[in-house]
Each structure stands twice: as structure tokens, then as C-alpha cells.
T-cell receptor
Framework: KAGVTQTPRYLIKTRGQQVTLSCSPI?????VSWYQQTPGQGLQFLFE???????NKGNFPGRFSGRQFSNSRSEMNVSTLELGDSALYLC??????????????FGPGTRLTVL | GQQVMQIPQYQHVQEGEDFTTYCNSS?????IQWYKQRPGGHPVFLIQLVKSGEVKKQKRLTFQFGEAKKNSSLHITATQTTDVGTYFCAGSNTGNQFYFGTGTSLTVIP
């Protein structure tokens, strides 16, 4: 099976712009979670989508949003970019059934730099 | 909100020495997972613990879940240069949302 893929791998944006990141999960996985990784804050949970619905949400401002499509692919959008949004954005897919605790498989990440 | 703390933040060891990282949660967890991230890479799942007091071994790695299900540890015996990376614990009490620890960065000096 192909692994989790994320596009693009690298992005450079300026403050105030918006950005959309994409994640394709492992075939058959219905849950996609997004994380922000920075040297100072570690891995922070953004949100999780399952069957096109946001099931869990972390403590990030409304500038961070996401969605999931019927084929389980997910996108994350950040509007009005700030310098502090520079980070590695990781998505992770899992089977994700209700009440199911399963392994998350991470993609390679998108490295976002905000200038 | 739920917090998962991990110590130490950094650890340098001579090759062949042992290494331990500790994970502590502010709340009781239903399960805990451990991941390893190599430099420049992404987190890779190592193991999951779900039972109180559970101990699991993978070759030189020993994972333990505390009796109160609020803490966990990862111990590596006789480290090798291939063990280099950052080790993260991730705790959950819902099954679908994981709170990652801050990670322990391991450097192994040959």
C-alpha cells in the first residue's frame, strides 16, 4: 500500500497570504489528523476528520480550517498567515472507527515558511 | 486541558549506554503510543500500550505504562547509532485525539 502523501512538500508565503495544504491518506483509512510541529512547541494537534466531518479539534485560532472529501483526502487551510505559522505541518491517517484506538501513519509533512 | 509532559528534552549518551525517556499526563489515559522521528523525517509508530502496568518489549526497547495510566516510559538498552532521533509519547483518552509529549531528542556518540 502507498503511504500517506502530502503536497506540496515545501511552501514559502508572505504574511497576510493564505495557504492550502493537501493530504492523501492510506487507502482504506477514513481518519485524517493534522498536526503542527515547531521546535519550541513540539507536535500540536490541529483537528481530525472522519467521514467528511470534523470529529476533534485542537486549540488553534479560526484561521486554521480543514475539510475532508468523500475519498478521505483532506485539505488544511490557513488564512491571513503570520510569521508564527512557520512550521512543519504533518497529517496522519488511521482506520479511525468510532471508539477505535489505532495506529496513526504520518506523511512526510509540508514545510511552510512565512516571510 | 490535557497535557502530556516528557523528560528529558535532550539526552546525549555514549554508544552502548542505556537511555530512558519519561512521559507524564495530567489526566488518566485510555492508551499511550510511542513514536520515533529520525532527523528530517516524520514520526513513525513504535508501539501502543492500553493496560494498567503493561510492559512491552521490542528487542532492546522496553515500554511501560504506569499503574494509574498517567505515566509511561521508554527504555533503550545498549544504545546504537541507529537509535538517534526524537522519541515522542502520545496519550489519548478518547481514542481519536492524541496529545503528543514534547519529545526527547536522543544523540548517540559513537
Amino acid at each position: 500500500k502507498a503511504g500517506v502523501t502530502q503536497t506540496p512538500r515545501y511552501l514559502i508565503k508572505t504574511r497576510g497570504q493564505q495557504v492550502t495544504l493537501s493530504c492523501s491518506p492510506i487507502s482504506g483509512h477514513r481518519s485524517v489528523s493534522w498536526y503542527q510541529q515547531t521546535p519550541g512547541q513540539g507536535l500540536q494537534f490541529l483537528f481530525e476528520y472522519f467521514s467528511e466531518t470534523q470529529r476533534n479539534k485542537g486549540n488553534f485560532p479560526g484561521r486554521f480550517s480543514g475539510r475532508q472529501f468523500s475519498n478521505s483526502r483532506s485539505e488544511m487551510n490557513v488564512s491571513t498567515l503570520e510569521l508564527g505559522d512557520s512550521a512543519l505541518y504533518l497529517c496522519a491517517s488511521s482506520l479511525g472507527g468510532q471508539g477505535y484506538t489505532d495506529t496513526q501513519y504520518f506523511g512526510p509533512g509540508t514545510r511552510l515558511t512565512v516571510l | 486541558g490535557q497535557q502530556v509532559m516528557q523528560i528529558p528534552q535532550y539526552q546525549h549518551v555514549q554508544e552502548g549506554e542505556d537511555f530512558t525517556t519519561y512521559c507524564n499526563s495530567s489526566t488518566t489515559l485510555s492508551n499511550i503510543q510511542w513514536y520515533k522521528q529520525r532527523p528530517g523525517g516524520h514520526p513513525v509508530f513504535l508501539i501502543q500500550l492500553v493496560k494498567s502496568g503493561e510492559v512491552k518489549k521490542q528487542k532492546r526497547l522496553t515500554f511501560q505504562f504506569g499503574e494509574a495510566k498517567k505515566n509511561s516510559s521508554l527504555h533503550i538498552t545498549a544504545t546504537q547509532t541507529t537509535d538517534v532521533g526524537t522519541y515522542f509519547c502520545a496519550g489519548s483518552n478518547t481514542g481519536n485525539q492524541f496529545y503528543f509529549g514534547t519529545g526527547t531528542s536522543l544523540t548517540v556518540i559513537p
